[in-house]
């Protein structure tokens, strides 16, 4: 017996989000590294709810989180966000590469890059992400868009 094919695709894309913080490059570069700190931003949020995270940030260490969704096409599902840091420089660069599942099944692998400059005034974020966005999951404009609420989502948690 032959099964069918399931056609395999794959969308590469690339884009840069540019965000600007009154806080200082340290404290923002501390919103990623300490744990406590990046799951109030990154992982906890509407919409989302947060049934594992844990984070260990050092080259070669990876984070884990698993979300249930409660809105949108997947309403009810479980995503699954794996990272692994492969560079840090302390307040200047974190390029991590991850990859988001739904289930058992990818549906996306990336690479981002982050990077921390002082304006003198604060600090000017860079995020650039190179990814393979795979047949059924998100693709580039959703993601970029879920970064751009995440950034934002930074910016009021700075501000406390």
Not at 112 to 120: C, D, K, P, Q, R
Not at 132 to 157: H, M, T, V
Request: hydrophobic share 35%.
């Amino acid at each position: 017996m032959t099964l069918p094919s399931l056609e395999r695709t794959v969308t590469h894309s690339t884009f840069v989000i540019e965000r600007n913080y009154s806080k200082p490059v340290e404290r923002v570069f501390a919103a990623f590294s300490d744990p406590a700190r990046k799951r109030r931003w990154y992982a906890e949020g509407e919409g989302r709810g947060v049934l594992e995270f844990s984070m260990d940030f050092r080259v070669g260490g990876s984070d884990h989180a698993v979300f249930a969704v409660d809105h949108g096409p997947v309403q009810g599902s479980l995503i699954t966000n794996d990272t692994v840091y492969q560079d840090i420089v302390p307040n200047r660069r974190i390029v991590m590469a991850y990859r988001m599942s739904l289930g058992d099944r990818c549906f996306s692998a990336s690479l981002a890059t982050v990077e921390f400059l002082s304006t003198g005034q604060g600090t000017s974020l860079v995020f650039t992400e190179q990814g393979a966005y795979f047949e059924g999951g998100d693709g580039p404009q959703l993601r970029e868009k879920g970064w751009s609420g995440l950034l934002d989502g930074l910016d009021k948690i700075l501000a406390e």
